[in-house]
């Protein structure tokens, strides 16, 4: 069974750091590109980056390039997101997803649970 | 930036036809897929690759995307089926969600 769990959410001040994780299981971790979805509360779904399965592509949103960096360990059969200058508008929960497309048509077959990160003083 | 643009409310009675449209500019060129997500709940696939189902999801949820329209629709909507529905087009290795849709069962 494949599952996503993320982890590391919070409260955070504005301007502050937070390292998100999502560990993987029941798949070939290292096989697929992964990716972080947000969705700020009572809000739509928002892509924030993606990575591909080597680490060899990545991309980030408009509004989060410069300050959040996604990487991934594979023999961990981890995502991560750090996240610095975090603003109030980062506020959100955060999902990991998979692709299972391999950079072709691109859609979200597995989410995780997602972690909730507030950014306040 | 690529936007899809979807009608924020759509009703329907039990066992009507429910139909979701998603606009985009020539968005018949790329593939659509749509998530339901319910309150509290992780977003689920429910078509991908215009209108496939994914394993699981009943054969109720149907897709079509042409021209500048990607279309979900769900024939013989149940109770179960009030959620918010979100289509979603890949472009240019960037992933865009549509703005979303409540469907409301009456």
């Known amino acids: 069974e494949v599952q996503l769990v993320e982890s590391g959410g919070g409260l955070v001040k504005p301007g502050g750091s937070l390292r998100l994780s999502c560990a993987a299981s029941g798949f070939t971790f290292s096989s697929y590109s992964m990716n972080w979805v947000r969705q700020a509360p009572g809000k739509g779904l928002e892509w924030v980056s993606s990575i591909s399965s080597s680490s060899s592509y990545i991309y980030y949103a408009d509004s989060v390039k410069g300050r959040f960096t996604i990487s991934r360990d594979n023999a961990k059969n981890s995502l991560y997101l750090q996240m610095n200058s975090l603003r109030a508008e980062d506020t959100a929960v955060y999902y990991c997803a998979r692709d299972p497309t391999f950079g072709t048509t691109g859609y979200f077959d597995y989410w995780g649970q997602g972690t909730l990160v507030t950014v306040s003083s | 930036s690529y936007e899809l643009t979807q009608p924020p409310s759509v009703s329907v009675s039990p066992g009507q036809t429910a139909s979701i449209t998603c606009s985009g500019d020539k968005l018949g060129d790329k593939y659509a897929c749509w998530y339901q997500q319910k309150p509290g709940q992780s977003p689920v696939l429910v078509i991908y690759?215009?209108?496939k189902r994914p394993s699981g999801i009943p054969e109720r949820f149907s897709g079509s995307n042409s021209g500048n329209t990607a279309t979900l629709t769900i024939s013989g909507t149940q109770a179960m089926d009030e959620a918010d529905y979100y289509c979603?087009?890949?472009?240019?290795?960037?992933?865009?969600f549509g703005t979303g849709t409540k469907v409301t069962v009456l």
């Open positions: 690759q215009d209108s």
């Open positions: 979603q087009a890949w472009d240019s290795s960037f992933y865009v």
